[in-house]
């Protein structure tokens, strides 16, 4: 059944999906979590209620651009898993 129905629009991207690619998210996702480390050691030589808060926001970005890539790979597999293997590829 591969009808083409005039008035539906193409899907948008998941409100989750911070990143276009997974290498993006993975990328994104570290250069945060370096970020928030480097608060949390700031953090502890002059411990203010900001600094650690500034460290677990950008914890909780760097986490979220993770999780995004992750769910992209995820997403990528289960596509190529369905569409079948590559007839160019022989199992001899």
Do not use: H
């Not at 991207?13 to 993006?24: D, G, L, R």
């Not at 500034?54 to 597999?77: D, I």
């Amino acid at each position: 059944m591969n009808a083409k129905i005039s008035y539906m629009k193409p899907a948008k991207n998941p409100w989750w999906q911070t990143a276009e690619t997974p290498k993006q998210g993975l990328i994104r996702g570290g250069v945060w979590l370096l970020l928030a480390v480097g608060w949390v050691f700031v953090a502890l030589g002059n411990p203010t209620s900001w600094r650690w808060a500034f460290a677990a926001l950008w914890a909780v970005v760097g986490v979220g651009y993770l999780v995004s890539a992750m769910l992209l790979r995820r997403r990528q597999r289960a596509t190529q898993d369905e569409a079948g293997p590559d007839p160019a590829v022989r199992a001899d």
